[in-house]
Nanobody
Framework: QLVESGGGLVQAGGSLRLSCVFSGRAFGRYTMGWFRQAPGKDREFVASINWSGADTAYADSVKGRFTVSRDNAKNLVYLQMNSLEPEDTAVYYC???????????????????WGQGTQVTVSS
């Protein structure tokens, strides 16, 4: 029910915008999150946005460079990534929280639905 797009290859310092569309019902009730997983590493939290879009949270490693937003009318969540670094290379996943009306969530196990992921590669 979640499909990411927008990944690709970019040079360091460049930008990408990831999109994630939710095909289920009641998208506007749920907190949405972005996670990433680099080869040989655990999946890690990147950003989260609450159900209304009024509240967000970011990992320290991306704060000031990445921006999460959502369009509840279109069932879309976005991750704008600027000033990309080689360390940002990973598969990026969007996820929908298990509970409705929640604040931004950082924990992996707070999310019940996951997309298939989109590859982001940043070259130096």
């Amino acid at each position: 029910q979640l499909v990411e797009s927008g990944g690709g290859l970019v040079q360091a310092g460049g930008s990408l915008r990831l999109s994630c569309v939710f095909s289920g019902r009641a998208f506007g009730r749920y907190t949405m999150g972005w996670f990433r997983q680099a080869p040989g590493k655990d999946r890690e939290f990147v950003a989260s946005i609450n159900w209304s879009g009024a509240d967000t949270a970011y990992a320290d490693s991306v704060k000031g460079r990445f921006t999460v937003s959502r369009d509840n009318a279109k069932n879309l969540v976005y991750l704008q990534m600027n000033s990309l670094e080689p360390e940002d290379t990973a598969v990026y996943y969007c996820a929908r929280s298990s509970s409705g009306w929640a604040p931004p969530l950082r924990a992996y196990d707070e999310y019940g639905d996951w997309g298939q992921g989109t590859q982001v590669t940043v070259s130096s």
